[in-house]
């Protein structure tokens, strides 16, 4: 099983997209338009003649994931086995000395998560089943329902969604990640495989937007918010988040996924409306964990002496 760096310039994209398309735990953040759109400075770890093959975003000697990957995964044309996930992991560690990224719960079932993998969740729908009724004054205290709509784009001019619009419901986001999220809401809405929803106050102002991309029966939400809002915000969300699922995917297979903690909804909200919770993993590595795990492994070997 040989496993190799490859630089961005020299993957074959063709067989790159080949393996992702045949993988069962194909998903938007293995596709080649997808990682291209969040920043052309990927690469990629490959197995063999890209049987298997996992992105790779790095800082010099940090492996990380860029703003609009909820996970990353090793993308395999059979099934993806413990001694592939093994052999991934091991090739990581010698390549970068800092670690911190997220790995789809498929990589969860191939290892056994302790040490520098930690267990973490979200919250999947099965959107065939749709958005449960759930009592939201409940949750969130009195609201006008009528003060807020809620208004789906249909991008056919430069004017139609703009980088300030991600930058008004999030101050903390960078000119360049607002650019990227701007020019993936045109190429998601234009090529059908997503949608970009704002949520207003008086049919005027802006309160929230949410953009989504979907594929390989998977559904995301790369951007996510509401701002400035007069009552709970998690109200705001809680009604993007029902329009879109109910206008664009109820009744249709397919699996929604949400990060709890940064989707701004409360988990009981979600877990009413019939979201369930999963397991994933986080894999973190750094100079401190290498060295402490050196000396255990260096104990356990004079000790079995």
Request: overall charge positive.
């Given at each position: 099983?040989?496993?190799r760096?490859?630089?961005?310039?020299?993957?074959?994209?063709?067989?790159?997209?080949?393996?992702?398309?045949?993988?069962?735990?194909?998903?938007?953040?293995?596709?080649?338009?997808?990682?291209?759109?969040?920043?052309?400075?990927?690469?990629?770890?490959?197995?063999?003649?890209?049987?298997?093959?996992?992105?790779?975003?790095?800082?010099?000697d940090?492996?990380?994931?860029?703003?609009?990957?909820?996970?990353t995964?090793i993308?395999?044309?059979?099934?993806?086995?413990?001694?592939?996930?093994?052999?991934?992991?091991d090739?990581?560690?010698?390549?970068?000395?800092?670690?911190?990224?997220?790995?789809?719960?498929?990589?969860?079932?191939?290892?056994?998560?302790?040490?520098?993998?930690?267990?973490?969740?979200?919250y999947?729908?099965?959107?065939?089943?749709?958005?449960?009724n759930?009592?939201?004054?409940?949750?969130?205290?009195t609201?006008?329902?009528?003060?807020?709509?809620?208004?789906?784009?249909?991008?056919?001019?430069?004017?139609?969604?703009?980088?300030?619009?991600?930058?008004?419901?999030?101050?903390?986001?960078?000119?360049?990640?607002?650019?990227?999220?701007?020019?993936?809401a045109?190429?998601?809405?234009?090529?059908?495989?997503?949608?970009?929803?704002?949520?207003?106050?008086?049919?005027?102002?802006?309160?929230?937007?949410?953009?989504?991309?979907?594929?390989?029966?998977?559904?995301?939400?790369?951007?996510?918010?509401?701002?400035?809002?007069?009552t709970?915000?998690?109200?705001?969300?809680?009604?993007?988040?029902?329009?879109?699922?109910?206008?664009?995917f109820?009744?249709?297979?397919?699996?929604?996924?949400?990060?709890?903690?940064?989707?701004?909804?409360?988990?009981?909200?979600?877990?009413?409306?019939?979201?369930?919770?999963?397991?994933?993993?986080?894999?973190?590595?750094?100079?401190?964990?290498?060295?402490?795990?050196?000396?255990?492994?260096?104990?356990?070997?004079?000790?079995?002496?």
């Amino acid at each position: 099983m040989s496993i190799r760096y490859c630089h961005h310039k020299d993957i074959d994209f063709d067989k790159w997209e080949n393996c992702v398309s045949n993988s069962l735990n194909a998903c938007v953040f293995g596709h080649v338009w997808y990682l291209n759109n969040i920043s052309l400075a990927w690469d990629g770890i490959i197995m063999g003649n890209y049987d298997a093959v996992m992105p790779v975003f790095r800082d010099a000697d940090r492996m990380y994931l860029p703003y609009g990957m909820l996970w990353t995964g090793i993308y395999c044309k059979d099934s993806l086995t413990p001694r592939i996930c093994q052999g991934f992991i091991d090739f990581i560690d010698q390549t970068f000395k800092y670690v911190n990224i997220t790995l789809d719960k498929y990589f969860f079932d191939n290892v056994e998560v302790n040490g520098r993998l930690s267990k973490e969740y979200i919250y999947q729908l099965d959107t065939f089943k749709g958005i449960s009724n759930i009592d939201v004054q409940g949750l969130v205290g009195t609201v006008n329902y009528n003060r807020y709509t809620c208004r789906d784009h249909i991008i056919n001019t430069v004017k139609a969604v703009i980088y300030s619009d991600f930058m008004d419901i999030d101050k903390s986001l960078s000119f360049k990640t607002a650019m990227m999220l701007k020019n993936l809401a045109y190429k998601a809405v234009e090529h059908r495989f997503g949608c970009y929803t704002e949520l207003l106050e008086r049919n005027v102002s802006p309160r929230g937007s949410a953009l989504v991309v979907f594929g390989d029966s998977y559904i995301f939400m790369p951007f996510f918010g509401t701002a400035n809002m007069p009552t709970d915000s998690s109200f705001g969300r809680i009604l993007l988040l029902s329009h879109i699922v109910n206008k664009y995917f109820a009744h249709k297979p397919g699996i929604l996924v949400i990060d709890s903690q940064k989707c701004g909804i409360p988990t009981q909200a979600l877990e009413k409306m019939g979201f369930k919770k999963y397991a994933y993993c986080r894999y973190k590595v750094d100079m401190l964990s290498k060295i402490t795990n050196l000396f255990k492994t260096n104990r356990q070997t004079q000790f079995s002496e």
